[in-house]
């Protein structure tokens, strides 16, 4: 395997049970993401964009296939090991934040490393950086509702890269915001990427949003198609 992969996916296969018949969402899809590049999945809802984002973050496992991180092979992690490697070599970003309510916007950053294992001092201090980093500097101590919706998606952005992790996960990240917020959310992202030469997969709907980014990969019938 190629060592420059931070994710790779081998012939992933995966069904879901409609009664009783089984319903083929994935049928042997293959994808490679270089570290620093930025993916765009695309295809209608319902083609299985987040059940194959799902499987790459180690939140569902595949019916069959492998799956590599970091030129590892976890597809037989058990449940302990998966969750170390979502802590430490994934981060995650949502169409919707869930940032937690009653927390400010650097704690909703510093929690995720607190619970990984650092120190406060040194989670505080990384949060802070990732809160510049984000354009958020004068934010930090806003409640997730003091926010508007661009600003709580740069603090979603910057949560998930709070344990620096090597694969950026995210499922139509800009899909709740307005055009103008979603184009600016969009740059930030390809920004961080490429800065923090972090590997990101990036679901949308948005042909305009996917043509920015490196790559862009179709889900088809259950395989992927470079577009």
Do not use: W
């Not at 089984?22 to 999945?41: D, F, H, K, Q």
């Not at 070599?89 to 919707?96: E, I, K, R, T």
Request: with cysteine.
């Amino acid at each position: 395997m190629n060592d420059k992969a931070r994710l790779r996916l081998d012939s992933i296969e995966h069904c879901y049970k409609q009664g009783v018949k089984n319903l083929e969402i994935l049928r042997g899809a293959s994808l490679t993401v270089p570290a620093g590049t930025i993916t765009a999945l695309v295809g209608p809802s319902g083609t299985g964009k987040s059940t194959l984002l799902h499987i790459a973050g180690l939140l569902e496992r595949p019916n069959g296939g492998s799956i590599y991180i970091n030129g590892e092979d976890c597809t037989n992690c058990n449940d302990h090991e998966r969750t170390l490697r979502r802590q430490t070599a994934l981060g995650f970003v949502y169409q919707f934040h869930n940032l937690l309510p009653e927390f400010s916007a650097i704690e909703n950053i510093i929690l995720p490393q607190m619970i990984s294992g650092k120190e406060k001092a040194i989670a505080q201090a990384r949060a802070k950086d990732l809160m510049i980093d984000v354009g958020l500097k004068d934010r930090i101590l806003h409640l997730p509702s003091e926010l508007s919706g661009g600003e709580q998606q740069r603090v979603a952005i910057a949560r998930a890269l709070a344990n620096e992790p090597a694969i950026l996960l995210a499922d139509e990240p800009t899909g709740n915001l307005d055009e103008e917020t979603a184009n600016n959310t969009l740059e930030l992202l390809l920004e961080i990427v490429r800065t923090f030469k972090v590997s990101a997969l990036v679901a949308t709907h948005n042909m305009k949003l996917a043509e920015r980014m490196d790559r862009i990969i179709l889900i088809k019938e259950g395989l992927l198609i470079d577009v």
